[in-house]
């Protein structure tokens, strides 16, 4: 196999934020010459597809800043520093839907943006939820909303939900649960 590694040969911080930094390293090529490579440092996420007892399952509409627009999406948040990921996806499912899942399955990961960002998101199918209050950071609107798995699915497909989290979050459970 081709040697395709680069190696790091000095690190800078370029910006320490609120929720992610930005470091600038330069790099050794595979050909030995030298780069810059500019990129998000994450602390990871959990995303949730939470089926309630009917089999609908639990979406958001939520307003993204970044985008300047309304989005919908399944419950996800960030991992704390030192949290395990089962006790983010039930932290973030509690606070964000006023549900905690009784059981977690794992159903993959995704890198949502490899040439800029380290960011890896979690995929767990959450279920045997228990009601409880919604907990909401201070600084979260949230809208929650439940629909049929298929419809949720079809919402993918006709471009009504655009997040790629959530899509692939779908599009994960519908292959590996053959929904």
Do not use: W
């Amino acid at each position: 196999m081709k040697n395709l590694k680069e190696k790091k040969i000095k690190s800078e911080n370029i910006f320490n934020g609120v929720l992610l930094n930005v470091k600038k390293d330069m790099v050794e090529l595979p050909n030995g010459k030298e780069t810059v490579r500019e990129y998000i440092v994450h602390p990871g996420a959990v995303v949730l597809v939470a089926f309630l007892p009917n089999g609908n399952i639990i979406l958001e509409r939520q307003f993204r800043y970044p985008a300047g627009e309304i989005f919908i999406e399944l419950p996800a948040g960030k991992i704390d520093v030192g949290e395990n990921l089962e006790d983010t996806a039930k932290r973030e499912m509690a606070e964000e839907t006023g549900y905690h899942p009784n059981n977690l399955e794992y159903m993959g990961k995704l890198y949502p943006g490899i040439g800029y960002s380290d960011e890896v998101i979690y995929i767990y199918k959450a279920y045997d939820l228990e009601k409880r209050n919604i907990s909401c950071d201070d600084d979260e609107f949230i809208e929650i909303f439940d629909v049929p798995f298929q419809t949720a699915y079809q919402m993918v497909m006709d471009g009504e939900i655009v997040d790629a989290k959530s899509m692939i979050g779908i599009i994960i459970v519908k292959e590996k649960l053959d929904l």
